[in-house]
């Protein structure tokens, strides 16, 4: 097929933080040097922003870095937090407990409560005012390799194409976008990134990856119910002792309320299902208070990845880098990945520029990883390191050496714990017992896709469906026979159905795509690995707005 192409210097994929970040600093050390380069930037969402969901309490260092006067800039950092509570919750009682015993990531002085989407458009426009070239609605489909196996850059996906696999009477072909060298930041479990992995073996050595799935909803609540600059973040009910997770709960400004619920995807309960789980923290006495006579405003879901230092990839290969959650950078302690994701985008862009000024191209970027063992990106890592190995014990036993570690060894403690694979820790479910979860009321508590309905998701249903099964016999003969198709349990947007065509027929797999998130949890639970996530059309998914 004949494709356009476009040339630039550095291609970045994906205008999250990590991207964005990246672009900035490009450009502004282009301006320091007098030394122009092209910088190009794509992202799936239809705007910058439409696919951001984070919690987010940020950790304003990495933006301070970037803009120095980011206030007078207009930064979209209005809610500094004020307030810190850390409760342990039973079914009808919560346990505070005493901030003097807390380790400091719980200490959120100086950060900000935002809303992330608005954080990614302001950076986007402030990448746009140095030149960067921005193409929102442009997913990168595949990667392309040059004649010596580096990176080359990126081919978008084509547009029009019909359910069968036949053009369409809109079909566009997708554009080669070229470059010296290409950044992946398609956040948590990249498609392109996995590839990659595979190609390069960027996992050699490391311990794999683990996640967790974030299920959010933004409230505006009665102005009696508010308290601006609260952070609350709860461990306990309803989640069972054996399955890692907690929630959040964030006072913003203008009596808007962010509550979320993370669940550890090492859970072995196939029944366990995160959307009911989040669904059911709501109608805790603690919890249910702040959102009396309020109103639900937004939903969302996205994976996180939670491995620390032990989990991530070697960073650079042959023509390009990953950076932020393609990687990995998340600080699953302080649960805050914002500002490590533009922190490695900056020192990426550092090690890029230093190489096309050198008249180098589509070399492995060694100066990157360099930069980052130096930096205070991986010391904050580092300290943190063992919190998702020991949380994974059980919540008492994980706490207590958790902050045994972080007070009494400040982090720097001689051992390293190791990570292991989530997808392998599911029981049959004949071992496992159903969970009863309650209906939803309709005011406080919600079904999926009414939730989804606020998600703004939209998909062309005429198209290929991009959540492609390897083999379909396994759908059936193992992940329904041995594990009653947890996908229909973990998914939380009703993408998975099981469905008999006529009584008594037989059992197949429904796949609903028009209605994912784009939280990529089945890539990554799905038991027998069988399920491959990769992108649809250009600007579809979710539009977010704001969260």
Same mark, same amino acid.
């Given at each position: 097929?004949?494709?356009?192409?476009?040339?630039?210097?550095?291609?970045?994929?994906?205008?999250?933080?990590?991207?964005?970040?990246?672009?900035?600093?490009?450009?502004?050390?282009?301006?320091?040097?007098?030394?122009?380069?092209?910088?190009?930037?794509?992202?799936?969402?239809?705007?910058?922003?439409?696919?951001?969901?984070?919690?987010?309490?940020?950790?304003?260092?990495?933006?301070?870095?970037?803009?120095?006067?980011?206030?007078?800039?207009?930064?979209?950092?209005?809610?500094?937090?004020?307030?810190?509570?850390?409760?342990?919750?039973?079914?009808?009682?919560?346990?505070?407990?005493?901030?003097?015993?807390?380790?400091?990531?719980?200490?959120?002085?100086?950060?900000?409560?935002?809303?992330?989407?608005?954080?990614?458009?302001?950076?986007?426009?402030? &990448?746009?005012?140095?030149?960067?070239?921005?193409?929102?609605?442009?997913?990168?489909?595949?990667?392309?390799?040059?004649?010596?196996?580096?990176?080359?850059?990126?081919?978008?996906?084509?547009?029009?194409?019909?359910?069968?696999?036949?053009?369409?009477?809109?079909?566009?072909?997708?554009?080669?976008?070229?470059?010296?060298?290409?950044?992946?930041?398609?956040?948590?479990?990249?498609?392109?990134?996995?590839?990659?992995?595979?190609?390069?073996?960027?996992?050699?050595?490391?311990?794999?990856?683990?996640?967790?799935?974030?299920?959010?909803?933004?409230?505006?609540?009665?102005?009696?119910?508010?308290?601006?600059?609260?952070?609350?973040?709860?461990?306990?009910?309803?989640?069972?002792?054996?399955?890692?997770?907690?929630?959040?709960?964030?006072?913003?400004?203008?009596?808007?309320?962010?509550?979320?619920?993370?669940?550890?995807?090492?859970?072995?309960?196939?029944?366990?299902?995160?959307?009911?789980?989040?669904?059911?923290?709501?109608?805790?006495?603690?919890?249910?208070?702040?959102?009396?006579?309020?109103?639900?405003? &937004?939903?969302?879901?996205?994976?996180?990845?939670?491995?620390?230092?032990?989990?991530?990839?070697?960073?650079?290969?042959?023509?390009?880098?990953?950076?932020?959650?393609?990687?990995?950078?998340?600080?699953?302690?302080?649960?805050?990945?914002?500002?490590?994701?533009?922190?490695?985008?900056?020192?990426?862009?550092?090690?890029?520029?230093? &190489?096309?000024?050198?008249?180098?191209?589509?070399?492995?970027?060694?100066?990157?990883?360099?930069?980052?063992?130096?930096?205070?990106?991986?010391?904050?890592?580092?300290?943190?390191?063992?919190?998702?190995?020991?949380?994974?014990?059980?919540?008492?036993?994980?706490?207590?050496?958790?902050?045994?570690?972080?007070?009494?060894?400040?982090?720097?403690?001689?051992?390293?714990?190791?990570?292991?694979?989530?997808?392998?820790?599911?029981?049959?479910?004949?071992?496992?017992?159903?969970?009863?979860?309650?209906?939803?009321?309709?005011?406080?508590?919600?079904?999926?896709?009414?939730?989804?309905?606020?998600?703004?998701?939209?998909?062309?249903?005429?198209?290929?469906?991009?959540?492609?099964?390897?083999?379909?016999?396994?759908?059936? &003969?193992?992940?329904?026979?041995?594990?009653?198709?947890?996908?229909?349990?973990?998914?939380?947007?009703?993408?998975?159905?099981?469905?008999?065509?006529?009584?008594?027929?037989?059992?197949?797999?429904?796949?609903?795509?028009?209605?994912?998130?784009?939280?990529?949890?089945?890539?990554?639970?799905?038991?027998?690995?069988?399920?491959?996530?990769?992108?649809?059309?250009?600007?579809?998914?979710?539009?977010?707005?704001?969260?």
């Amino acid at each position: 097929m004949e494709r356009e192409s476009m040339e630039f210097d550095v291609l970045i994929v994906g205008g999250g933080p990590a991207g964005l970040g990246a672009a900035i600093r490009l450009k502004q050390l282009a301006a320091e040097r007098n030394h122009e380069i092209s910088v190009c930037l794509i992202e799936k969402g239809a705007e910058i922003g439409a696919h951001i969901l984070s919690g987010a309490v940020v950790d304003p260092r990495s933006i301070a870095e970037l803009f120095p006067d980011w206030k007078e800039r207009g930064a979209p950092l209005i809610t500094q937090a004020t307030e810190d509570r850390v409760m342990f919750l039973t079914a009808t009682k919560a346990y505070a407990f005493p901030n003097a015993v807390l380790p400091d990531c719980f200490d959120n002085h100086g950060n900000y409560i935002v809303r992330m989407g608005n954080v990614t458009k302001w950076l986007g426009e402030q &990448a746009e005012a140095l030149g960067v070239e921005i193409y929102p609605g442009f997913a990168g489909a595949d990667v392309l390799y040059d004649e010596n196996g580096a990176v080359k850059g990126v081919v978008t996906g084509d547009m029009g194409v019909l359910r069968d696999g036949t053009q369409g009477p809109n079909f566009q072909p997708g554009m080669e976008l070229i470059a010296k060298y290409t950044f992946f930041a398609e956040g948590c479990r990249g498609h392109l990134a996995k590839r990659l992995e595979a190609k390069y073996n960027l996992r050699e050595g490391v311990d794999p990856q683990t996640y967790g799935i974030g299920i959010k909803e933004m409230w505006e609540v009665p102005a009696a119910n508010h308290r601006p600059g609260l952070v609350v973040h709860t461990a306990g009910w309803p989640l069972t002792p054996d399955v890692y997770g907690g929630a959040f709960l964030y006072h913003l400004e203008e009596n808007l309320i962010e509550i979320g619920f993370v669940v550890g995807l090492n859970y072995s309960n196939p029944y366990l299902s995160p959307f009911e789980e989040m669904q059911r923290h709501k109608t805790h006495p603690e919890i249910h208070k702040f959102f009396e006579g309020g109103k639900r405003l &937004a939903y969302g879901a996205r994976a996180i990845a939670t491995g620390n230092i032990q989990s991530l990839p070697r960073l650079v290969f042959p023509g390009g880098a990953l950076i932020g959650d393609d990687a990995g950078f998340l600080n699953a302690a302080r649960i805050k990945g914002n500002h490590t994701a533009i922190k490695s985008g900056m020192l990426a862009a550092e090690a890029a520029f230093d &190489a096309l000024v050198a008249d180098r191209q589509r070399d492995a970027l060694t100066a990157f990883p360099v930069a980052f063992r130096e930096s205070w990106l991986y010391s904050e890592l580092y300290k943190t390191r063992n919190f998702k190995p020991l949380m994974k014990k059980s919540f008492w036993m994980g706490s207590t050496l958790f902050g045994a570690d972080q007070k009494l060894f400040l982090g720097k403690s001689p051992w390293t714990l190791h990570n292991h694979c989530d997808h392998d820790k599911l029981r049959p479910a004949a071992e496992c017992q159903k969970i009863d979860y309650p209906k939803p009321d309709g005011v406080f508590t919600f079904d999926r896709l009414s939730s989804v309905f606020l998600s703004n998701t939209n998909h062309e249903e005429d198209q290929p469906c991009h959540l492609r099964l390897k083999d379909p016999e396994v759908a059936i &003969a193992i992940n329904l026979e041995v594990y009653d198709s947890p996908e229909q349990y973990y998914c939380p947007a009703g993408v998975y159905e099981i469905v008999r065509d006529g009584e008594g027929g037989k059992p197949r797999l429904q796949i609903n795509n028009q209605n994912c998130l784009h939280c990529k949890t089945c890539d990554i639970k799905d038991p027998t690995q069988n399920i491959d996530w990769t992108t649809p059309q250009g600007g579809e998914g979710p539009i977010y707005q704001g969260m």
